[in-house]
């Protein structure tokens, strides 16, 4: 099941497209008389719809005249057509059905509904190997063999009516679907459903070269998808008002988008270079645009309103032609297939080929006056010789998927038993002869010699002479001969070629020439670019061979360092290869180093990284080099903190050089601590070395916290200054210069009693010891805190 995992897309891959078509001598337009083992349509011819007569006729578009003419539906059935190479799918959006008609026979199929009940809802989107069924009224999407129509595993559900815009397959079979209420873009991929959420329901859908693009009209964008993994590559703005209705096509073969506005603007965009840039003014004042096609360097853009189709040349920016393809008011479609522009009114029998240079070609696609006349299958349509009419059932459920017919055959009937089968295809014609066209290359570069030979099938009839028609104003003769086009575009080659009884027969091949690839080198400043043939400034271009290997170098000149590719290339690399697949654009950019630069500081240096400040306080580095700074304080010092590029309060600071930088490094002194004692018989210690008497003062770092430590046996009285208390220690912050006092009291070898005042102001005990020498405001403190501290020990010892 697509939405849940991968299923596998049943089917054989449709029969080979070759290159020429074969026109049998006299027989031109007479439909039914190409032989059935023999392929009818090789390329350049469309399959064209004609509702009033459910017909769909085979318009040959080398030669303009009709090849097939098949019928499909009741006359009045609403019909569309899906072509993949040389098979056409009808789409009856009366009947809600489809049938495929076989570009070799000519046969239709039964019809099937692989959507029952879609009727005009119904879209149908061939790839090589699946068939795409969508109802855009419902939101449901399915595949079916492309063979026998069955359908292949189970419908996927979208949340909403799908506009027809909204959907498109590209080149690798991956069918694009905008889900308009959820916003998601939807692809289905090898049977696997895939999505991404674009955030727009009010888009359009088309496929450049290849790659989808997502027209935004609500946002005025444009986004390029990768077809690989559906990531958004390019996004353009547009040049859209508010109230702008638009028609939008990609090239088939290059990165551009046309968007076609109402109001008379055809914006042409370059997918790959600078956007949409080129605008080229079309139609009138009541022009009524349709979808645009491309083909050969040419938008062919059709005008309801004038029955006109306004032909743009891409290169020149300008209108060529506006030709007048049917009445005004006429919604005719314009299809585009192998190069050639077909026109076709689905209500009429007109239709007809539009030339590069808008030359016209009318053909009529039946005979109004007797439609039946010319059908390769009289009373095919309308539900006769076994096929289904406007009210087929839909497929049966429950019933196994029929094995697909090898490429190149028609489906085996659905009913082998039933009387009432097509008759066999006739036989060729007697003395019919064919000629193709090989070519030495299929995609020539301008100026390249190109072989062409026209040839008949190996064991028949060969031609004898050729004249060929080389889409240039130029001719040739023989059936072998060489040509090489001055131009870049596409051309269609015509031979006429001549056999022995003089019978005559044209075939065709439509070659795409294309320029060589030029690599340009926007010119640098403070550098060179060199490799491939440049050297730029000075030889900033060159062309070059298609998929050539190239390898640029960035040299910096003086000073200066190389800082980075830009276009196509990327990186810091000095060196870039390029693989010359189309053109490509470079550039390169140099610039002065980056530099650091170190603010002098005092009491203190920076170093690291060649810095040595004071001193040396600026060096210049590569881009995107770290360069780790230390910060040392002078002696008696501490270091405080960075500024500019660097913060904090480490020691070491790391800085990447992505651009110039500045720091700068803070130093103070650091603060001291300063310890006091009162006495002899005790003393005080700390970290840093403190131990006073003694070392009584020492330097710290801001914000140290330090723990001071008093000893003595027990006549420790109490802290003073910074500190206070009676504990044995005292913990304080350094975040200034600091003064502690500790108070120690006197020693006693004898009671209380014996104290007694010396002549000199000092205390001295009984015996005759001589005290340290205090002040007598001291003095008298320690006495009477020392009594206090006997009385309080013989009072303790009473108890």
């Known amino acids: 099941m697509w939405s849940t995992g991968r299923s596998q897309v049943g089917g054989l891959a449709v029969g080979i497209v070759t290159l020429g078509v074969v026109v049998a001598a006299g027989v031109v337009g007479a439909r039914g008389a190409y032989p059935a083992d023999r ?19 085979l318009l040959d578009g080398s030669s303009a005249e009709v090849a097939a003419q098949v019928g499909i539906a009741p006359p009045g059935n609403q019909l569309d057509v899906a072509q993949q190479g040389s098979v056409a799918y009808a789409v009856d959006r009366t009947a809600g059905s489809i049938r495929r008609v076989d570009g070799t026979t000519f046969e239709p199929t039964p019809a099937a509904a692989p959507l029952p009940d879609a009727r005009d809802g119904l879209r149908a989107f061939a790839g090589t190997d699946v068939l795409y069924v969508l109802d855009t009224r419902r939101g449901v999407l399915t595949a079916a063999d492309p063979y026998t129509l069955v359908t292949q595993g189970r419908p996927v ?83 859209l008002r508010a109230d702008d209705k638009i028609q939008a096509i990609g090239a ?67 209108v060529l032609a506006r030709p007048r393809v049917l009445n005004p008011a006429t919604r005719f479609q314009l299809l585009t297939r192998d190069g050639i522009v077909f026109f076709n009114d689905p209500d009429s029998e007109n239709a007809g080929v539009i030339r590069l240079d808008g030359g016209v070609k009318l053909v009529p696609k039946y005979d109004p006056g007797n439609p039946g006349r010319g059908l390769n299958n009289p009373g095919g349509g309308g539900g006769e010789n ?133 690599l340009t080198v926007q010119p640098p400043s403070n550098g060179t670019v060199s490799g491939g043939g440049i050297s730029c400034p000075g030889t900033c271009s060159a062309t070059l061979n298609p998929n050539q290997s190239v390898t640029l170098n960035a040299t910096p000149t003086g000073s200066f360092i190389f800082l980075g590719w830009g276009g196509a290339c990327g990186g810091t690399g000095t060196t870039c290869t390029l693989t010359m697949n189309g053109d490509k654009t470079v550039s390169a950019s140099f610039g002065a180093p980056p530099r650091l630069t170190v603010t002098p500081p005092s009491n203190g240096k920076v170093s690291g990284g060649g810095i040595s400040c004071p001193g040396t306080c600026t060096a210049t580095f590569k881009p995107g080099l770290s360069v780790t700074l230390t910060a040392t304080p002078n002696n008696g010092f501490s270091f405080l903190g960075w500024g500019g590029s660097c913060s904090g309060t480490r020691t070491t600071c790391t800085v990447t050089m992505n651009g110039d930088k500045n720091v700068s490094a803070s130093f103070g002194a650091r603060p001291r601590l300063t310890v006091q004692v009162d006495a002899s018989d005790g003393s005080v210690t700390g970290p840093g070395g403190i131990n006073c008497p003694g070392t009584c003062t020492v330097t710290y770092n801001p914000g140290a916290q330090i723990t001071l430590t008093e000893h003595t046996t027990d006549t420790f009285l109490g802290w003073g200054g910074a500190c206070s208390g009676t504990a044995r220690t005292c913990t304080l912050t350094m975040n200034g210069d600091k003064t502690v006092t500790a108070d120690f009291g006197i020693a006693d070898p004898c009671p209380p009693v014996c104290f007694r005042r010396g002549a000199a102001g000092a205390s001295q005990p009984a015996g005759g010891a001589t005290l340290p020498q205090m002040s007598g405001a001291l003095q008298a403190a320690a006495i009477a805190r020392r009594q206090a501290v006997v009385r309080g020990r013989r009072a303790s010892s009473r108890r």
């Not at 392929?39 to 006729?57: D, F, I």
């Open 386 to 518: 076994g096929t289904a009419g406007a009210d087929a059932p839909p497929d049966q459920p429950g019933q196994p998927d029929q094995p697909a017919p090898p490429p190149g055959t028609a489906p085996a009937p659905s009913n082998p038993g039933t009387p009432n089968q097509p008759p066999p295809p006739p036989p060729p014609p007697p003395g019919a002869v064919s000629v193709s066209i090989s070519v030495s290359t299929g995609t020539p570069l301008v100026g390249d010699v190109v072989n062409l030979a026209a040839a008949g099938p190996p064991g028949k009839p060969q031609p004898v002479d050729a004249e060929w028609d080389f889409a240039d104003g130029s001719h040739g003769s023989g059936t072998n001969v060489n040509h090489a086009w001055t131009a870049a575009r596409t051309y269609q080659v015509i031979v006429t070629a001549v056999f022995a009884d003089r019978q005559t027969v044209k075939a065709f091949v439509t070659l795409r020439v294309i320029n060589r690839p030029q």
């Open 39 to 57: 392929p009818r349509l090789l390329s350049g011819a469309a399959w064209l719809a004609s509702t009033q007569v459910g017909q769909l006729t």
């Open 157 to 239: 559900s979208l949340t909403a009516r799908v506009s027809p815009q909204a959907a498109t397959l590209d080149g690798a079979g991956r069918l694009w679907v905008l889900d308009p209420d959820s916003g998601d873009l939807v692809w289905l991929r090898d049977g696997q459903r895939h999505s991404r959420h674009v955030g727009t329901g009010s888009a359009q859908l088309t496929v450049a070269d290849g790659a989808p693009v997502l027209v935004d009209t609500a946002h005025r964008t444009a986004t390029s998808f990768d077809p690989a993994s559906g990531a958004p590559r390019r996004t353009f703005p547009l040049d």
């Open 252 to 318: 088939a073969h290059d990165q551009r988008l046309y968007v076609v506005a109402a109001r008379g603007v055809l914006t042409i965009c370059d997918l790959t270079g600078p956007g949409c840039g080129l605008t080229v003014p079309i139609g009138t004042r009541t022009s009524d645009f349709g979808a645009p096609v491309e083909a050969g360097g040419r938008v062919f853009v059709p005008d309801y309103a004038t029955g006109q189709v306004w032909v743009v040349d891409v290169a020149a920016g300008k």
